[in-house]
């Protein structure tokens, strides 16, 4: 089934009874050729790019729920290519590429805006970092505009720009930016996969990773084993038990995210903006929510939901950059798992064991990565190299402390990033 | 979340600052060698369930705690001073 | 050499009153951080006694009177607040007598007024006169003293003066909002 304005308006006066399901739902095989463990946004992207890319359909996604149900339907949808070191400026800026050829890729509407984000700065030494970094973005082919105070004021008006505390000294305006569907990114995919003959297996946790001399064989899961030669571990906040499973104590640690969304509103805020001074930033959905998050609550969890400090200290952040973000009522708050890494950045690598892949460490920013992760992923998967724009993503760079990808600079503490 | 604390009793969670695995007491030896380093610095068992950590009493008595708490139901099993745990600061 | 003004924390701020609570600076003579070294505790508390007539406090208490106070500030260490201190052999000693802001807030509503600013129980019969806490006070990591009845003393660091009042000042308004309806 292909989607086009016609189908819709032919699907809208026939009573929507020809539309049909978007994915199978097949009975797990014995053996394929290769297994992606987790049906998130980066399982699914790369078991789309395996069977497109490299043709390779006679694999399956191993779901231990249903798919979209981990941090991909639960993030606040930020895509962007705004990163400062070599390693992670030239994979995001591949992300973004295939952003922007997504929709007319995967025939899906995943509601791609390039509304354009603003990160604000605040003082002297925050407008040197931030042209720094834009000169960055530049170099790598992206854009990047630096504006000052008076620029902000004409597209954000809505600031306070009277804050004595907080002064807004402009901000660093990346247009290509923005947001998209989060589930409908991960549904795309799993149609596109779906359509390759890719088997997407809901309801299917692995449970154990057989290994034999080294060398990976397949994995139990909760509706039997599977075998295959190739296993890739895509599972975010769960990494550190998957890994487990295979020996592996990995470098990650779990941590939860919030987020939050209020009412729906008239259209008010049309970019993504982030506050430089505190943890928060905002966006607003097509549905007219605003969507708006800060930082993680900063100790270790698996409960996908998060402690009220932390909510109030985003909300006080919120209101002192936008005191009319007060009248809104907030609907509903919810968390997710954080597979945070030790400086920051992901992991795309093969381990020690023939046959597993790893692709973690995604911390709070992997949505935007979904597509450079899949295609990375599934080419290393299937070449058994590295990808040359995730080539630093390396298991290793931690052993030998060559490589580390601390953008932030806050040094080797899994929640500081 | 509710910490215990031994010197200030329980106060809410806003008052302490998270440093992570109370694996940083056990500091190796500095002549280990880079694999045991490499181990205590990124690698974590990080449990799905009971997992002890180091809060810091911040805004309170300004205590090192060693924490046992459940990542998944963020129960709060035990708090000891980290000063009184052994081996701690050797 | 010039004369400067001595210029107190709450200066041109306090006191103030709303409903039935009200706020007052308190100005110490000296204020002092007391701690012991290992093992001199009970000499430094002795010492203590003689110099101003209350011993070294146990956790969260306060011992002394009005303008002759200590408060227990943390691990192993004690505020003093009043008489300014001759040196106490085996204790490390520091006048912090200008990097603080104290007040007292009194009045029938004064805990209702302290429970919108900090999460510590505040009940009569959990926070007792003569119990003091390291808590936070509307943010700000502060000293916490029941002083009397209806009576608290309330610290922070002096850079925050204008905070706590400001933040008191809308959790009394708040207080006697509510009283009235
Ligand atoms: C509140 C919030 C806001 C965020 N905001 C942004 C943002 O604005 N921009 C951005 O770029 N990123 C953002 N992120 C981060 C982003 O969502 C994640 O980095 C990314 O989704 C993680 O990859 P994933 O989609 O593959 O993960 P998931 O969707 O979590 O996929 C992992 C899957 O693995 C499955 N799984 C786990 N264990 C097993 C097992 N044993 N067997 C089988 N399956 C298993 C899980 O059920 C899950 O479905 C945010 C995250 C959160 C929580
Ligand atoms: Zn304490």
């Known amino acids: 089934m292909r989607f086009s304005a016609l189908k819709i308006i032919r699907e809208g006066l026939t009573g929507n009874k020809g539309w049909t399901p978007h994915w199978r739902d097949p009975e797990p095989k014995s053996e394929y050729d290769a297994i992606v463990i987790g049906g998130g946004g980066h399982g699914l992207s790369t078991a789309y790019y395996l069977a497109k890319n490299h043709g390779m359909t006679n694999i399956a996604v191993l779901e231990k729920g249903y798919l979209g149900g981990g941090n991909v339907g639960r993030n606040t949808t930020i895509v962007r290519a705004n990163y400062f070191l070599p390693g992670n400026s030239e994979f995001y800026s591949h992300s973004l590429k295939l952003w922007e050829g997504l929709e007319e890729d995967l025939n899906y509407n995943v509601m791609h805006s390039q509304r354009g984000i603003i990160n604000l700065f605040h003082s002297d030494g925050q407008r040197d970092a931030a042209a720094r970094r834009g000169n960055a973005m530049i170099n790598q082919g992206d854009d990047a505009i630096l504006l000052d ?57 692995v449970t154990g990773i057989d290994i034999e001399n080294g060398k990976v064989t397949g994995v139990q899961t909760t509706r039997g084993a599977i075998r295959a030669k190739k296993v890739g571990m895509v599972v975010a906040g769960r990494s550190g038990q998957v890994a487990a499973m295979a020996g592996m104590r990995l470098p990650i640690e779990s941590h939860v995210l919030q987020a939050f969304v209020t009412e729906g509103l008239k259209p008010v805020i049309d970019h993504v903006v982030t506050f430089g001074m505190g943890h928060f930033y905002i966006s607003q959905s097509d549905k007219g929510g605003l969507v708006f998050g800060g930082d993680i609550d900063f100790y270790a969890s698996y409960a996908q939901r998060g402690n009220l400090p932390t909510a109030e200290h985003v909300i006080e952040a919120g209101m002192t950059l936008m005191p009319m973000i007060g009248k809104a009522k907030m609907l509903r708050s919810w968390g997710g798992i954080m597979d945070m890494s030790p400086d920051g950045s992901p992991i795309i690598d093969r381990t020690h064991i023939e046959g597993l892949y790893l692709n973690t460490g995604w911390c709070y920013g992997g949505f935007k990565a979904v597509p450079a992760s899949g295609w990375c992923m599934a080419h290393l998967m299937a070449t058994d190299t590295p990808h040359e724009v995730a080539a630093r993503y390396r298991l290793d760079r931690f052993e030998t402390g060559r490589g580390l990808l601390d953008e932030e600079g806050t040094g080797s503490q899994h929640n500081l990033h | 979340m509710r910490i215990n604390c031994p010197h ?83 | ?88 052999p085996g204790a490390a000693m520091t006048d912090q007598t200008d990097a603080w802001t104290c007040v007292a807030l009194e009045g029938d509503g004064a805990r209702d007024v302290l429970a919108r600013l900090t999460p510590l129980d505040l009940r009569p019969s959990v926070f007792k006169q003569g119990h003091a806490a390291r808590t936070e006070i509307a943010h700000m990591g502060g000293v916490l003293m029941r002083t009397g009845e209806n009576r608290y003393g309330l610290m922070v660091f002096r850079s925050m003066a204008a905070t706590l009042v400001h933040d008191l000042e809308i959790a009394m308004q708040s207080v006697a909002a509510r009283g009235r309806l």
């Open chain 1, 149 to 205: 105070r008076e620029g902000v004021r004409k597209m954000l008006p809505y600031l306070d720009f009277d804050n004595a505390r907080f002064p807004i000294y402009g901000g660093l305006y990346h247009p290509r930016g923005g947001t998209a569907r989060h589930d409908a990114v991960a549904w795309g995919y799993a149609r596109g996969a779906d359509q390759r003959g890719v088997d997407l297996i809901q309801n299917c946790e």
């Open chain 2, 8 to 90: 200030c009793g329980p106060r809410d969670r806003r008052e302490f600052t998270y440093q992570g695995d109370a694996l940083a007491l056990d500091r190796p030896d500095p002549e280990a060698g880079p694999d045991v380093w490499n181990d205590y610095i990124h690698n974590r068992d990080n449990p799905a369930g009971p997992t002890r950590e180091l809060w810091y009493h911040e805004t309170g008595c300004a205590a090192w705690l060693v924490v046992t708490r459940d990542t998944v139901t963020h129960d709060i099993h035990a708090v000891e001073l980290a000063s009184a745990v052994k081996g701690a600061g050797k």
């Open chain 3, 1 to 88: 050499m010039t004369d400067l003004l001595a210029k107190s924390p709450c200066d041109g701020l306090l006191p103030l009153t709303i409903g039935s609570v009200t706020v007052t600076e308190i100005a110490f003579d000296a204020i002092t951080s007391l701690a012991p070294f290992k093992g001199q505790e009970s000499a430094v508390s002795d010492a203590l006694k003689v110099q101003m007539g209350a011993a070294f406090p146990k956790p969260n208490r306060t011992t002394g009177k009005a303008h002759a106070r200590a408060v227990w500030s943390g691990v192993g260490q004690a505020l003093v607040l009043g008489p300014p201190l001759a040196p106490i």
